[in-house]
């Protein structure tokens, strides 16, 4: 089986240079997209619920930025709800999903579990589980959409990435690992994506029960429980989906979020903050109407008065105010008191969206938007035609990259630790263990462990 060679054969060194830098930026970006989420409601009581129902026994994980003990499915739950609860983690386009807020969240759990044994693991072999974990979720939710079109939530193929680097850790013979990727599929909670976005809640976009079906699944097989064969990685008509695994890479299709909120809200800001570096005349009290005209999908998001965090996010109109009146896009803009703000609220009842046709034709291929900005003297600003900043054709810069990292950790972390966990992620290549970068992960934040000098800066 070529999949099973390239997750017990792949080596991080094996990838092309920039996709090796990728998986670090990846890494470095859930956990910032962590770190911003560690202390909203969702990622408090999804740690309280694994704190509660289940217990560590004979596997351990600790519970991100806490240091609480819990069982390894446990902290895969709760990890995966923590990214999922704030919406800036990276995503891709024609599995029209994400991998990382599942994968990593699962893995860093095994891992730790694995670690809590006393076995060790290098930096390289992490990294190389991690971009095993990337490639193969991706590719599995490209096959779902071909086998099962019905836009479903992220978590439905993920869990396939978390038995694929997991079962490079544990080192699966074949048989156990086919039975562990069919398990995984058909234990998968494929979800219908659109409820969600029509009324938003805590489920997201399913990360946490995609991580806790992948490492689920792991230790069913590892103890002989079978599964069918995975309908998304074994049949023959889905075999173009998986023939060029280790020489092309999805990872490098990945996009990236600069703020934390839908994807298909992106565009529409990237047009905005475009348009309010060129036109500094545009301020909150200057503005009379703002008109949005988008695809189709985008135009659903609406949000013009959210009532709870969940909301914010999955809006267009409201995140699109909240940048115009404070300049800025972060978790704090989209969470707590900012969602009932009168300032904020002022000016996103005075945006309209609007379905454009031939934006709509160009979905899911490209997500486009154009901003109108009509102000109170009757100048009228449009702006061209935007994609959303992030995408691989619209990249974000190293410095953009370091600027979103330290917006959503140096508040939560403050700024010593969100730095050593950086400087931690760029050495994990050339170490020889994981120790500390797990330490600096997994230890709560007010008892904080000795930071070692190298990863001071």
Not at 169 to 179: A, I, Q, S, V
Not at 183 to 202: D, H, K, N, Q
Not at 388 to 394: E, F, L, S, T
Request: glycine share 8%; charged share 20%; proline share 5%.
């Amino acid at each position: 089986m070529q999949l099973y060679s390239f997750v017990q054969n792949f080596s991080y060194k094996d990838a092309p240079l920039h996709t090796r830098e990728l998986v670090k930026t990846c890494l470095l970006d859930i956990i910032g997209v962590a770190a911003g989420a560690r202390d909203n409601q969702t990622s408090v009581m999804l740690k309280t619920y694994a704190d509660t129902h289940y217990s560590a026994n004979k596997l351990s994980s600790r519970l991100w930025f806490d240091g609480r003990a819990v069982h390894p499915l446990g902290a895969a739950y709760a990890g995966g709800f923590c990214v999922d609860s704030l919406d800036a983690h990276e995503g891709h386009f024609t599995s029209k999903g994400h991998a990382g807020a599942t994968v990593v969240p699962a893995i860093v759990a095994l891992v730790d579990a694995y670690r809590s044994q006393g076995k060790d693991i290098s930096g390289e072999e992490f990294l190389s589980a991690l971009c095993i974990g990337y490639e193969t979720a991706l590719r599995a939710g490209q096959a779902l959409m071909a086998t099962a079109p019905e836009y479903h939530a992220s978590g439905a193929f993920s869990g396939i990435g978390v038995v694929c680097a997991g079962a490079r850790l544990l080192k699966l013979d074949e048989t156990t690992f086919r039975h562990a990727l069919g398990i995984a599929e058909y234990f998968g909670p494929r979800c219908p994506m659109m409820r969600l976005v029509s009324f938003p809640t805590m489920l997201r976009d399913a990360h946490g029960a995609g991580a806790y079906a992948g490492l689920n699944a792991l230790l069913m097989a590892q103890l002989g429980v079978t599964g069918a064969p995975a309908a998304t990685v074994e049949p023959l008509e889905i075999s173009t989906f998986w023939q060029d695994i280790g020489t092309r890479w999805e990872i490098d299709e990945q996009y990236f979020k600069p703020w934390p909120v839908c994807r298909w809200a992106q565009p529409a800001l990237t047009a905005m903050t475009d348009l309010m570096r060129a036109h500094p005349a545009i301020t909150a009290e200057l503005i009379e109407t703002i008109d949005v005209e988008t695809f189709h999908e985008s135009v659903c998001l609406q949000g013009h008065f959210p009532k709870n965090a969940d909301e914010a996010q999955y809006a267009l109109a409201f995140p699109l105010a909240a940048l115009i009146v404070r300049g800025k896009l972060g978790p704090k803009e989209v969470t707590g008191d900012s969602i009932h703000a009168p300032d904020i609220l002022s000016i996103s009842a005075k945006i309209t969206l609007h379905e454009a046709p031939d934006l709509s034709t160009r979905f899911p291929e490209e997500i486009l938007s154009r901003v109108t900005v009509t102000l109170k003297d009757g100048t009228c600003l449009t702006s061209p035609t935007a994609t959303a900043k992030g995408d691989p054709g619209n990249p974000m810069s190293s410095d953009e990259f370091a600027a979103k990292y330290h917006l959503l950790a140096d508040d939560s972390l403050g700024s010593t630790l969100s730095n050593a966990i950086k400087n931690s992620v760029e050495a994990l290549p050339g170490s020889d263990d994981c120790q500390s970068f797990f330490d600096l992960l997994l230890s709560a934040t007010k008892t904080a462990p000795w930071i070692p000098q190298r990863f001071l800066g």
